[in-house]
Structure formats: C-alpha cells, structure tokens
C-alpha cells in the first residue's frame, strides 16, 4: 500500500524558514517523481514543486522560485521541501504527492498525503 | 495554457448528470487530470489523461476534451459525490509547470 506521510508543519514568524518532509513507503520511491502541492485555507489548490525519479530533476512554481528548494533522499525514502523567506500568504497545507511516473512533465498525481500545515504569522 | 477555469459551482439533484468544465487555450493538446477533493480530506484522482479512470473510480465518472474545454462527467451523480473537482494540465509552453484550474464545488441538491 502506498503511503506519504508529511511533517515538519507549524507556526513560523515572516522571513523564517521550515523544512517539510514526507516519508513514503510502499512502492520503489526513487523511481517515481514526487510532488508538492499546497493548499491555502479555503483556497484552492496550488502547484509548488516537482522532482523528478532518476535524474531528481526540480521544477517550481515560478513565484516560489528562489526561496524553496525540493530535494530527495532515495535511499531513506524521503522528500523534503526547504522553505526560505516565508511570507504570510505561503500559509496552507502542504500535500506531498506521487506522480505515475518517473518524468513528472505530463504525468498526473496518483497518490496523496494528508498534509501538513505550515502557518506563518508573527 | 497558463490559466484553467472552471466554473465556481455547479448544482445537480440527485441521479442526474453533473458536468464540470474547464476551460484554457489549447488544452485539448495535453493531458487533463481531474481531482476530487472532500472536506478536511487529501485530493483523490479521478481521472487521468483525459479519460483514464483510476481503479476504484466509479464508471459513472468520465472525461472528454473538445477544443479549449475538458469536461468532466458524472452520471447518476450520488450525495457522496459531493467535493471540490479540480482540473490539472502541465504546462510546457514556458516554464514548465503543474496548473491546476481553480476549482469547482459540487452540490447535490
């Protein structure tokens, strides 16, 4: 059974930074492309990263380009989102994804997290 | 397409058709993703490239795409189909990127 579990939500002043993890289990991760979507509170949903499997290429959003990095761990099985200058309006719920496939170009979301919830406000 | 719109609502009594549209410049030249999303509940894929349904999705639920507009079709459309549908294309024409549409809320009356 596929599994994403995220952590590393919380409260955070303006201009600090928080990094997301998400643990996954059940399928050959490094092979697959994964995906961070967020979700602002009683907002819709909003695309903020890709890495790709194989070649762990990166895509972002290109208003949060700069200030957030993906990355991942295959041989834990972990992807993680660094998040830098936060501001107010990056408060949502951060989903972690699997896309079906390793190229994450074209390929839809199949599996998600619960989320967690990143809350920035001083 | 860098924008996909969807209609904020659509309202449909129970056993009826509920179609949910999105709209955006040449989407019927990529693959549509469609995404259902309860309250308090992680999205669950409903239907991928365009018309691929998902093992565990009803065959009451279907895709199609014609000109600049994707439709999603619910037939016999049940209470427990009530959510948040949300379109989703990539978007290779520049930077390339996931564009979600903006959402549609589901009511069934």
């Known amino acids: 059974e596929v599994q994403l579990v995220e952590s590393g939500g919380g409260l955070v002043q303006p201009g600090g930074s928080l990094r997301l993890s998400c643990a996954a289990s059940?399928?050959?991760?490094?092979?697959?492309?994964m995906t961070w979507v967020r979700q602002a509170p009683g907002k819709g949903l909003e695309w903020v990263s890709d890495?790709?499997?194989?070649?762990?290429?990166?895509f972002y959003a290109g208003s949060l380009k700069g200030r957030f990095t993906v990355s991942r761990d295959n041989s834990k099985n972990m992807l993680y989102l660094q998040m830098n200058s936060l501001r107010v309006e990056d408060t949502a719920v951060y989903f972690c994804?699997?896309?079906?496939?390793?190229?994450?170009?074209?390929?839809?979301?199949?599996?998600w997290g619960r989320g967690t919830l990143v809350t920035v406000s001083s | 397409s860098d924008v996909l719109t969807q209609p904020p609502s659509v309202s449909v009594a129970p056993g009826r058709t509920a179609r949910i549209t999105c709209g955006g410049d040449?989407?019927?030249?990529?693959?549509v993703h469609w995404y259902q999303q309860k309250p308090r509940q992680a999205p669950v894929l409903v239907m991928s490239y365009d018309s691929d349904r998902p093992s565990g999705i009803p065959e009451r639920f279907s895709a199609s795409t014609s000109g600049n507009t994707a439709t999603l079709t619910i037939s016999r459309v049940e209470a427990g189909d009530e959510a948040d549908y949300y379109c989703?294309?990539?978007?290779?024409?520049?930077?390339?990127?996931?564009?979600f549409g903006g959402g549609t809320k589901l009511t069934v009356l």
């Open positions: 994804a699997r896309a079906a496939g390793s190229i994450a170009l074209a390929s839809t979301i199949d599996y």
């Open positions: 059940g399928f050959s991760f490094s092979i697959y492309a």
């Open positions: 040449n989407i019927g030249s990529q693959s």
């Open positions: 890495v790709s499997g194989g070649d762990d290429r990166p």
């Open positions: 989703q294309v990539w978007d290779t024409s520049g930077d390339q990127r996931r564009i």
